[in-house]
């Protein structure tokens, strides 16, 4: 505090000096308000998403690469001249051809006819041979009477017997479906049989120390350590029923792939006949996808093995 002199000579405080005005007070800047901080959980979550993202589509461009350089094979072989297009045309022909058979409802027609003759075949195989295998696998005497019987038919290709089943059922959808349930139900049976016979023995011996009925013990041990095993037969399966069906529908069939292909072949109609022959390839890789789909989500139990 200052003193200021009075003209009687006495010192007196100076008074304060008084603070500015608005308008003399210096207007600050116009800047921007800052970004609020974005939480670390969120950034650390968006990282995640990311890398899992890239992660994914490296590994569809590497399961894909080889399929794309097929095509592309597929494509300048012909017209480089390196084989014979006539009997191999570009793949960019083959597509058209294929797109032409859609668009006039041949190729619907003729999928429908073969779906439905291989899914009747696949589940009527499944649903006899699973329950079979489980009592074969699990009885002992039962095993030994019909392990010869087993044997002599396992060895015997399904389409060695198709001109039997042809004769003895005609030439109608009973036998082609007949031949499909016969070629389908090895891989599913055997596979069960072997599935309950390789069970954990330490743990079927611990479920019955535990007093378990032999309902409880095909339900909570057996059933669940078999489903892997049934599974692959399962999957073999739903590949053999689409290539018996093939050649089950080039003899005396009016409607199915196994006929389109049989029929362009006939009428020199190249691109179609591998038209016909992509679609089979298709649907074996879809039917086998949707049994890798079903077969996780009852293995989901699995612990994954450690890499």
Do not use: H
């Not at 009075?6 to 116009?30: C, F, K, L, S």
């Not at 058209?96 to 291989?118: P, Y």
């Not at 038209?275 to 699995?302: D, K, M, P, Y």
């Amino acid at each position: 505090m200052s003193l200021t002199k009075t003209p009687a000579g006495t010192e007196e405080p100076a008074a304060p000096a008084r603070p500015a005005g608005p308008a003399e007070q210096e207007a600050p800047q116009d800047r921007p308000a800052p970004a609020p901080a974005r939480p670390p959980r969120l950034t650390r979550l968006l990282r995640l998403r990311s890398r899992r993202v890239l992660r994914l589509l490296g590994r569809a461009a590497l399961k894909s690469a080889a399929v794309a350089a097929l095509l592309v094979l597929w494509e300048t072989a012909p017209r480089l001249g390196l084989v014979d297009r006539t009997f191999l045309p570009p793949f960019s022909e083959v597509a058209k051809a294929w797109w032409g058979l859609a668009a006039d409802g041949q190729l619907g027609e003729n999928t429908r006819a073969s779906l439905v003759r291989s899914f009747a075949g696949f589940g009527i195989a499944v649903g006899l041979a699973v329950p079979l295998g489980l009592l074969i696998g699990w009885y002992r005497p039962l095993a030994d009477l019909l392990n010869p019987l087993l044997e002599v038919f396992r060895n015997t290709a399904a389409l060695a017997l198709l001109p039997v089943f042809v004769l003895l059922l005609g030439i109608g959808e009973t036998s082609k479906i007949s031949i499909i349930v016969y070629a389908c139900t090895w891989p599913v049976l055997l596979n069960t049989i072997s599935a309950v016979r390789t069970a954990d023995p330490t743990l079927v011996k611990l479920a019955r120390s535990m007093d378990l009925s032999t309902a409880q013990l095909f339900r909570k041990v057996i059933l669940p350590a078999s489903v892997p095993t049934v599974f692959t037969g399962v999957r073999l399966a739903g590949a053999v029923s689409i290539l018996v069906l093939v050649a089950a529908e080039m003899i005396g069939a009016k409607a199915g792939l196994g006929y389109l292909i049989n029929a362009s072949q006939f009428n020199f109609a190249i691109p179609q006949m591998y038209a016909g022959i992509i679609t089979i390839s298709a649907i074996g890789l879809v039917f086998n996808q949707a049994l890798v789909a079903v077969e996780r989500r009852l293995t989901a139990w699995r612990v994954p093995a450690a890499p």
